[in-house]
């Protein structure tokens, strides 16, 4: 069984400019989630989709972030513009739904790696 | 507020040595806890997570981690430490009624041939 996939794995671009990340959860996974660690920090969540609909975003910085799931397949995060303080990892991960949160394994992604100059 | 705590930035183990990566925790509610691995260029790999039952739980590579509730704590474990262990460890854990993770800042093991 294929894992979560990320694409692209590393991405720089300069201060202003837009990045699109892409990420592909475990098949017949419904539940995708994204996180995101900046330096020597703590991973932290940014949202969580249930099939196409966004759930939870309370972790979504500002609204230079754009998070989609259309047709509850694949998720893409924009950042645009990309600000210096972007900078970080970002992870995604998807989970089965087992009906009561905390039952389901969230399993990540490799991690996109995005610098912003 | 609820929150994960990862007392040390760094540890250093012999190979062969038992090791300890420690992990607090205040969650309100039932905590649900995970520990993560991240080996080099890698992502993060699920290792081990407590949910219900039996205190001690064992997890993937012979890893183990001990669910206190006294303590407030959930310790990664490992009897003999391998060089191939060397990797970034991380502890979450599940915020309550909701799905997402909060995690801690992250322990970088070191194990010394």
């Known amino acids: 069984e294929a894992g979560v996939t990320q694409f692209p794995s590393h991405s720089v671009i300069e201060k202003g400019q837009t990045v699109t990340l892409r990420c592909d959860p475990i098949s017949g996974h419904d539940n995708l989630y994204w996180y995101r660690r900046v330096m020597g920090k703590e991973i932290k969540f940014l949202l969580h989709f249930v099939k196409e609909s966004k759930q939870d975003e309370s972790g979504m910085p500002n609204n230079r972030f754009l998070a989609e799931r259309t047709g509850g397949t694949y998720s893409t995060l924009k950042v645009q513009p990309a600000e210096l303080e972007d900078s970080g990892v970002y992870f995604c991960?998807?989970?089965?739904?087992?009906?009561?949160?905390?039952?389901?394994?969230?399993?990540f992604g490799p991690g996109t790696r995005l610098l912003v100059l | 507020a609820q929150s994960v705590a990862q007392p040390e930035d760094q540890v250093n183990v012999a190979e062969g040595n038992p090791l300890t990566v420690k992990c607090t925790y205040s969650v309100s509610g039932n905590p649900y806890l995970f520990w993560y691995v991240q080996y080099p260029n890698r992502g993060l790999q699920f290792l081990l997570k407590?949910?219900?039952?039996?205190?001690l739980v064992k997890g993937s590579y012979g890893f183990e981690a001990e669910f206190n509730k006294s303590q407030t704590s959930f310790h990664l474990k490992k009897p003999s430490a391998l060089v191939s262990d060397s990797a970034l460890y991380f502890c979450?854990?599940?915020?309550?009624?909701?799905?997402?993770?909060?995690f801690g800042t992250g322990t970088r093991l070191k194990v010394l041939a």
């Open positions: 979450a854990v599940r915020e309550g009624g909701t799905y997402k993770y909060i």
């Open positions: 407590y949910i219900t039952g039996d205190n």
């Open positions: 991960a998807s989970s089965q739904d087992r009906g009561t949160p905390g039952l389901e394994t969230q399993y």
